[in-house]
């Protein structure tokens, strides 16, 4: 005797969300079933996927997410330093540090971070434009702002050695102790940097 299960469109619907990052089996199938609790929720849902596939797409230079037919205020800014290049792994890391009002530059969007287990390649990430937007805008410092886990490092280590082939001064965030944090709560590596980044007062 087969075994009942959701009809197709259901499961179809259900192996799509579960593809999403951070949802597995049970959460995409609670959110499936959500969304089929009360019809009024679905059709703003798909409203709001077609405009977004209609509208926004990635700035070929920066690779922030801008509307169709307007320019991206990241890169066109009247008050953004053109030779400064803030180098980060997603879309969402931008915002993260705009907000923190501490930066001003450019931003340059890399789309991930190496990861050879991944088979995530150079090729795979948004490299080559960097290099060229290097070039074109003469930048006098890129600094990169990856993840500090082996992979975020491995990313550091290789665009620092292609940007120093370029002749721009290339830096790295602070890392270390975090602000109000005690000893007792941080990790050895995070002490080792932390005294290694060091400043005087």
């Given at each position: 005797?087969?075994?009942?299960?959701?009809?197709?469109p259901l499961?179809?619907?259900?192996?799509?969300?579960k593809?999403l990052?951070?949802?597995?089996?049970?959460?995409?199938?609670?959110?499936?079933?959500w969304?089929?609790?009360?019809?009024?929720?679905?059709?703003p849902?798909?409203?709001?996927l077609?405009?977004?596939?209609a509208?926004?797409?990635?700035?070929?230079?920066?690779?922030?997410?801008?509307?169709?037919?307007?320019?991206?205020?990241?890169c066109q800014?009247?008050?953004?330093?053109?030779?400064?290049?803030?180098?980060v792994?997603?879309?969402?890391?931008?915002?993260r540090?705009?907000?923190?009002?501490?930066?001003?530059?450019?931003?340059?969007?890399l789309?991930g971070k190496?990861s050879?287990?991944?088979n995530?390649?150079?090729?795979?990430?948004?490299i080559?434009p960097?290099?060229?937007?290097?070039?074109?805008l003469?930048?006098?410092e890129?600094?990169?702002?990856?993840?500090?886990?082996?992979?975020?490092?491995?990313?550091?280590?290789?665009?620092?050695?292609?940007?120093?082939?370029?002749?721009?001064?290339?830096?790295?965030?602070?890392?270390?102790?975090p602000?109000?944090?005690?000893?007792?709560?941080?990790?050895?590596?995070?002490?080792?940097?932390?005294?290694?980044?060091?400043?005087?007062?």
């Amino acid at each position: 005797m087969p075994s009942l299960d959701y009809p197709l469109p259901l499961q179809r619907l259900i192996a799509q969300i579960k593809g999403l990052p951070g949802l597995g089996p049970r959460s995409a199938e609670r959110l499936v079933l959500w969304l089929m609790q009360d019809s009024g929720r679905v059709e703003p849902l798909v409203d709001a996927l077609k405009e977004l596939v209609a509208r926004v797409h990635a700035c070929s230079q920066c690779g922030f997410f801008i509307e169709h037919e307007t320019d991206c205020a990241l890169c066109q800014g009247p008050n953004r330093q053109q030779k400064i290049i803030c180098v980060v792994e997603q879309a969402a890391d931008v915002l993260r540090l705009e907000r923190s009002g501490a930066f001003q530059g450019l931003y340059h969007v890399l789309g991930g971070k190496l990861s050879p287990l991944d088979n995530v390649t150079p090729d795979d990430l948004r490299i080559e434009p960097l290099l060229e937007r290097v070039r074109h805008l003469q930048a006098q410092e890129v600094i990169l702002a990856v993840g500090s886990d082996v992979e975020g490092e491995a990313t550091a280590s290789y665009l620092s050695d292609l940007l120093r082939i370029e002749g721009v001064s290339v830096s790295r965030l602070a890392q270390g102790m975090p602000a109000g944090g005690g000893l007792d709560y941080v990790d050895e590596l995070t002490l080792y940097q932390a005294l290694q980044g060091r400043r005087q007062m």
